[in-house]
């Protein structure tokens, strides 16, 4: 092909490209309501409180204007969407405190929730995918992906945005941590750094089912588990080794570890 066809062909696919808001403004507007969410990660302090609702009323207009540049995607209108997404934004935000203290609880290393707010990559993951599921669970295409896989490439922790997190959720280190589509974790769950929770390999046309575990309330994961299998679900209170393999149920209360690394035992 010659180079002015390949130059006309290209200009053909962005002139016919939908249209959709930038990966680059998406995360600044991230960056911006995190800011005014949590002083602890803000670059300012506002002198009054006419100037922080200025600053959240000018985030309000920019999400609008991401949803209206891709309104013919969207499944209802974009300001509609805008003011469904900020009325459930005091539920999230008390959600990621309820994350917060439990880092601050399950990390001895963490001294305030200051410090877990500002610095741990599993709070800014968490974070960031709350506020993903909200636009997934109002239909929003796009934006939700754009949110969490911006901040898979930042800390390291793929969550993915459809799913179910309850409260008081804690990933301590969290570098290799992988969250499926169709997980749902209860509350006062606890994961380590490189848990997979997945889902076995299945058809194409499966796509829309559960293919993923379900952690009941106050499970602990240890490093390097795989859980796999949307029939999989892990029991409350149970604990579940590092390295452990599963892909079958088990009971609440369970032990699971590796004995000698050869045999997988349970313990009810």
């Not at 500002?118 to 599921?133: D, I, M």
């Not at 179910?164 to 301590?172: N, P, V």
């Not at 969250?179 to 997979?196: P, S």
């Not at 058809?203 to 309330?217: G, Q």
């Amino acid at each position: 092909m010659e180079e002015n066809q390949f130059i006309d062909k290209l200009y053909s696919s962005h002139q016919n490209a939908q249209r959709i808001p930038s990966p680059s403004a998406v995360c600044n507007w991230l960056d911006g309501l995190l800011m005014v969410l949590f002083p602890e990660l803000a670059n300012l302090r506002y002198n009054s409180r006419r100037e922080l609702e200025q600053h959240y009323r000018q985030l309000k207009f920019e999400l609008f204007t991401l949803l209206e540049t891709m309104e013919d995607l969207l499944p209802a209108p974009a300001e509609e969407l805008e003011n469904s997404f900020l009325d459930q934004l005091p539920v999230v935000h008390q959600l990621l405190h309820t994350d917060a203290e439990a880092l601050l609880r399950g990390d001895p290393a963490a001294v305030s929730k200051t410090e877990v707010i500002r610095t741990y990559p599993g709070f800014k993951a968490t974070a960031v995918y709350r506020l993903a599921h909200e636009f997934h669970r109002l239909g929003v295409p796009l934006i939700p992906r754009i949110l969490t896989e911006h901040v898979h490439s930042i800390t390291g922790i793929d969550i993915h945005p459809g799913a179910r997190i309850g409260e008081s959720f804690c990933m301590d280190h969290g570098t290799g941590i992988v969250i499926g589509e169709t997980v749902e974790i209860g509350n006062d769950v606890k994961l380590y750094q490189g848990v997979t929770l997945g889902a076995l390999s299945v058809a194409k046309e499966m796509a829309k089912t559960k293919r993923h575990p379900t952690i009941e309330d106050r499970v602990v994961i240890y490093a390097g588990a795989t859980i796999l299998g949307g029939d999989t679900v892990i029991g409350h209170d149970s604990v579940i080794g590092g390295s452990v393999w599963l892909t079958k149920s088990v009971p609440p209360h369970s032990r699971i570890y590796y004995d000698g690394y050869v045999r997988q035992k349970v313990e009810v």
